[in-house]
């Protein structure tokens, strides 16, 4: 596989992965656009290598009553700092959490239509979801 | 015979599955080679998203390899992805067609609401989610069926809201006719 099509399925699983909060690639998508940073940086600050943030995308999020052996278990899979991890992850739960939104991109833009408010514990679903595993 | 052994941790599934890339996109672009590499790329991960999610639901027991396994759900969401690419064209076709020749009734109701200033009224009648999410959709150009499809209601659901605010917006004076 040439650079250039490794560049383009690595953004695939950014892409597919960014759009549903049961992967980690969903809040570490967020997180490089919040932070306006590029995946590469990202890649250096967890301590690991481009390709196994890819995997770390592919990943599912840690379960809130689990969250850090979850954290330990894909962390031990790709080299990824736990710490940062957590950081990142814990970082944007918080954001969607603050915005009051439930972190569905599926149905994302149909629930901004809304004026409606939000149980307060709406972006708890992704994590209950996980919990079913 | 033995069946392709899928692994064992639903945490790394996706990402373990994603290792078996390369003879899997290879054997994708050769059954499909017209086929853009990016729907390529985005089926194969669709798929490992989807066997990862729901694993039960795969049958590897007429695959002895995970490469043959892993191919022929990439098919399959390819297959979904080109169905998908053929209908937004369709939709867009029909779209431009329908401005092109710009007979009144051609038109997305809501273009014509918009040009008489009363779409922000539509949106000011329209009282539940369901309503508001019915008419952006629409707004967007989407048929009933597909509207019905994409928020999952049932029957001609989709009409039967347009209906309501239709006649709601009869009420207070305004033309909202189809």
Redesign the interface.
């Known amino acids: 596989?040439t650079p250039e099509?490794l560049e383009?399925?690595h953004?695939?699983?950014y892409?597919?992965?960014g759009q549903?909060p049961?992967?980690i690639g969903y809040w570490m998508k967020h997180f490089v656009e919040s932070e306006g940073m590029a995946w590469p940086d990202l890649a250096q600050e967890l301590g690991t290598s481009s390709d196994n943030v890819?995997?770390?995308c592919?990943?599912?999020t840690?379960r809130s009553d689990h969250f850090q052996e979850?954290l330990r278990?894909?962390c031990e899979?790709?080299g990824a700092k736990e710490d940062v991890l957590a950081r990142v992850i814990r970082q944007e739960q918080a954001i969607v959490h603050w915005r009051g939104k439930t972190p569905s991109a599926s149905t994302g833009w149909?629930?901004a239509?809304?004026d409606?408010e939000e149980p307060p514990d709406a972006n708890q679903g992704a994590e209950a979801d996980d919990d079913e595993? | 015979m033995s069946q392709a052994e899928l692994p064992s941790?639903?945490?790394?599934?996706?990402?373990d599955l994603?290792?078996h890339?390369?003879p899997v996109?290879q054997r994708l672009a050769r059954q499909n080679p017209s086929v853009d590499?990016?729907d390529l790329?985005?089926s194969?991960?669709?798929a490992?998203?989807e066997i990862?999610?729901n694993p039960e639901k795969f049958d590897t027991s007429r695959e002895t390899r995970i490469e043959d396994f892993l191919a022929g759900a990439s098919q399959r969401a390819l297959m979904q992805i080109l169905r998908t690419h053929r209908r937004r064209k369709k939709r867009e076709e029909k779209k431009a067609e329908a401005v092109a020749n710009d007979p009144p009734a051609a038109r997305p109701v809501l273009d014509t609401v918009a040009d008489c200033e009363l779409a922000q009224q539509a949106r000011a009648v329209a009282e539940t989610?369901e309503e508001?999410?019915v008419l952006?959709l629409w707004e967007l150009g989407y048929t009933d069926a597909e509207i019905g499809n994409e928020?999952g209601l049932m029957g001609d659901g989709a009409k039967r809201i347009r209906d309501r605010l239709t006649q709601r917006l009869r009420r207070m004076g305004k033309g909202f006719d189809d």
């Open positions: 596989m099509q383009i399925l953004a695939a699983v892409r597919n992965t549903d049961m992967w890819v995997l770390l592919l990943c599912r840690p979850d278990v894909v899979r790709t149909l629930l239509a809304s409606r595993d | 941790d639903w945490r790394t599934f996706a990402a994603f290792t890339h390369d996109l590499r990016e790329h985005d194969f991960v669709k490992i998203l990862a999610s989610d508001r999410n952006r928020l």
